[in-house]
T-cell receptor, first 113, second 108 residues
Framework: DAGVTQSPTHLIKTRGQHVTLRCSPI?????VSWYQQVLGQGPQFIFQ???????GRGNFPDRFSARQFPNYSSELNVNALLLGDSALYLC????????????FGPGTRLTVL | RKEVEQDPGPFNVPEGATVAFNCTYS??????FFWYRQDCRKEPKLLMS???SGNEDGRFTAQLNRASQYISLLIRDSKLSDSATYLC?????????FGTGTRLLVSP
């Protein structure tokens, strides 16, 4: 069975641009969460979606937004990129609307120049 | 104070050693706890859930002390392949909260 997939794997952008990251959960999983991981830190929670509804939001500015589609795939959008947005963006899927046993995709490594 | 705190290490141990990682969490309402393993420049992978009664999976033993808000991971008979960063995780309000991770280096 395919695991969580994310695209693109790497991305280079300049300050002020916007970016869209994509995630497909494990088949049968209806919940998708997004995390940001900067070097030397653990992943930080950004959003959680379940059945296309936002269920949780972390302490990130409004430049960050997300949505979930009817097939449970998800997009994370970041506007007006800052140098500090450079990080590994991880998507995780789980089988319920709770937060148990999330399974991560390989991530998208975003570099903002 | 961070919601989940871990000693960042690194812990340098020889093959065959036993090593223990500790973690504390601040949210007494946390319901579920996990250990994830993360290899360099890779995604975190679920190692094991942590239950109040303690649980074991091969060479790995996890324990939870709710009164002290403390979680531990014990690795016995360390292998070179155990070298990685180990992330302690607690559930928060509508989210998973990760520690910064503890780096383990197992040498021959």
């Amino acid at each position: 069975d395919a695991g969580v997939t994310q695209s693109p794997t790497h991305l280079i952008k300049t300050r002020g641009q916007h970016v869209t990251l994509r995630c497909s959960p494990i088949s049968g999983h209806k919940s998708v969460s997004w995390y940001q991981q900067v070097l030397g830190q653990g992943p930080q929670f950004i959003f959680q979606y379940y059945e296309k509804e936002e269920r949780g939001r972390g302490n990130f500015p409004d430049r960050f937004s997300a949505r979930q589609f009817p097939n449970y795939s998800s997009e994370l959008n970041v506007n007006a990129l800052l140098l500090g947005d450079s990080a590994l963006y991880l998507c995780a899927s789980s089988s319920e609307g709770s937060y148990n046993e999330q399974f991560f995709g390989p991530g998208t490594r975003l570099t903002v120049l | 104070r961070k919601e989940v705190e871990q000693d960042p290490g690194p812990f340098n141990v020889p093959e065959g050693a036993t090593v223990a990682f500790n973690c504390t969490y601040s949210n007494s309402a946390s319901q579920s706890f996990f250990w994830y393993r993360q290899d360099c420049r890779k995604e975190p992978k679920l190692l094991m859930s942590v239950y109040s009664s303690g649980n074991e999976d091969g060479r790995f033993t996890a324990q939870l002390n709710r009164a002290s808000q403390y979680i531990s991971l014990l690795i016995r008979d360390s292998k070179l392949s155990d070298s990685a960063t180990y992330l302690c995780v607690a559930t928060g309000f509508q989210k998973l909260v990760f520690g910064t991770g503890t780096r383990l280096l197992v040498s021959p």
